[in-house]
């Protein structure tokens, strides 16, 4: 089991800043990859960004390429996700999601990949 505890939402105007944190404590030697995706009301869960802990190779939605940058901190256990210009439409709650090692292809954008997820947190982006 792993569990997953999100940090660092809140309420930025637009252009702002904000750092999520995702810090992972368990059976985490068997994690492959840690996730990010956005869930904004009356809307899918979309994914937002990925990195592979081995090697640290990352993936990104269209809409945040350039605005966000995920990264990981191998000794805290910790994903990280910078976010700058942040618009109005970024505007969700955020959750971090974990998917173990497995024998077959995992598609790091699929929500359906993920084996844990943190509780989410806010964020809010004013215009």
Request: charged fraction near 20%; charge should be neutral.
């Amino acid at each position: 089991q792993v569990l997953l505890v999100e940090s660092g939402g809140g309420l930025v105007q637009a252009g702002g800043s904000l750092r999520l944190s995702c810090a992972a404590s368990g059976r985490t030697r068997r994690t492959y990859a840690t996730g990010w995706f956005r869930q904004a009301p009356g809307e899918e869960r979309e994914f937002v960004a990925a990195i592979i802990w081995s090697g640290g190779s990352t993936y990104y939605t269209d809409s945040v390429k350039g605005r966000f940058t995920i990264s990981r901190d191998t000794a805290k256990n910790t994903v990280y996700l910078q976010m700058n210009s942040l618009k109005p439409e970024d505007t969700a709650v955020y959750y971090c999601a974990a998917t173990d090692y497995s024998s077959s292809y995992i598609y790091l954008g699929k929500s359906d990949e993920y084996d844990y997820w943190g509780q989410g947190t806010q964020v809010t982006v004013s215009s």
